[in-house]
């Protein structure tokens, strides 16, 4: 039977019951899958999401380090092991980047200056194409710029990402376990000067924006 896994770990740990499944750590040679046996792909859902949710915090709760996989990651068991063995290298990095970290996200919703739409009328030719481009990463690093600096002492890792549905963009940032608060306390102290509504904190998450890929 093909397994669901939820999450690649450094280690195995005792099986438990998550959201009416019992999730196990399989042996993916030297990588574990933390996985459920399933035979279909389930339906996306907000319910199915909130178990995944559920099922991959029990998990960071239970063993570090931890990579959480993507929603909708079934596979077979030798494709797993094919995977892993190709994508070994990725996954030992990653898993030793965030070994006692977990994740803060920062969403953006406003600023003096915002990343031009991708939809936004096309550039006139391929110079002032460039320009845009370049004004794009402009504008980006304006608005991420201050919290990525203020945050600095804290951070381990960081991702970042232009916005979508009103979020002009998102910083995605790996810090030790445990602080949260004083991370949170040194993006409060930039809070006037984000035009509302703002940017908002949260977290404290296992690290979504840093596993790589389940797949070849």
Known sequence: MPLYVYALTGRAAPSFVAAGRSI?????????AAATDMETMPDLSETALVDQHDVVARIAARVDPMLPARFGSLIDRAELERVV???RGAIVEALALVTGCEQMTVRIFGGNERPAPRGGPPASSGT????QRAGDGRSLRSLL????AAARPFVRAERSA??????AA???HL???GDSKPYRDC??????DYPAPGFVVSGPWPPFAFAPELRA
């Open 24 to 32: 196990t750590f399989v042996d993916a040679g030297g990588v574990f």
């Open 85 to 87: 063995a190709l994508r």
């Open 128 to 131: 002032a194409y460039l320009q």
């Open 145 to 148: 710029g201050p919290l990525s």
């Open 162 to 167: 232009r916005g979508q549905r009103g979020v």
């Open 170 to 172: 998102t910083l995605y």
């Open 175 to 177: 810090i030790a376990r």
């Open 187 to 192: 993006l409060e102290a930039l809070r006037g």
